[in-house]
């Protein structure tokens, strides 16, 4: 005599094995903190200039000022697209004091396959800020790694001792950031 197979009891216990597979994955993959510098409220990781194409200098030397880090690409078309509206709020706050520091600026890293396109779209796109850098090594880049870049375009806003206050910020959203954080 053939035995018969419950199908209610097999597809229970195949579930019950697939749940238990993935939520022992899951706890694996988030066991591992993320680096304390890209955290809202940290410190902000300081960027190494090394290898890195354009007149740099280290993010720590804006202490005192608010500062937009920027991360984009000359291929990457929302990127270009917030350009001009990041151009108009760097003009209407760079002058700005704000509860823990005086002014604004903002920190642009392109990460480029070659150096070429982003000089080509420093003529092109209207960026009057002075920080404008690029570095070729791209996503392997020391900033794109300690500021878990991932994908373009990636903004994070500081307050004038350097704490990251916003990350993963939509430039729609930052000039009323900016506003909330204005002495008026």
């Known amino acids: 005599m053939k035995k018969r197979v419950n ?39 300081e960027i190494v200039c090394d290898a890195v194409e354009g007149d740099c200098v280290p993010l720590s030397s804006l202490k005192g000022q608010y500062v937009l880090i920027e991360f984009w ?41 070659n150096v070429n396109n982003w000089l080509k779209v420093l003529k092109n796109d209207r960026m009057s800020w002075p920080q404008q850098f690029c570095d070729t090594r791209k996503w392997d880049a020391p900033a794109s790694i300690d500021y878990m870049v991932n994908t373009l375009p990636k903004y994070f806003l500081l307050d004038g001792d350097g704490q990251i206050i916003e ?13 909330r954080c204005e002495i008026r």
Not at 73 to 91: G, K, P, Q, V, W
Not at 172 to 177: A, M, P, V
Request: charged share 25%; net charge positive; hydrophobic share 35%.
């Open 7 to 45: 199908l209610k009891r097999f597809f229970k216990w195949e579930w019950t094995v697939a749940i238990l597979v993935i939520c022992s994955s899951y706890s694996c993959s988030t066991s591992q903190p993320a680096k304390a510098g890209a955290n809202i409220g940290n410190q902000a990781p």
């Open 73 to 113: 690409s000359s291929t990457c078309n929302s990127c270009r697209a917030d350009h001009f509206e990041m151009e108009r709020l760097y003009l209407d706050f760079k002058d700005s004091r704000f509860k823990n520091g005086s002014g604004f600026t903002i920190y642009s890293i392109a990460l480029e396959d």
């Open 167 to 179: 990350k993963n910020i939509l430039i729609r959203d930052l000039e009323k950031l900016l506003e």
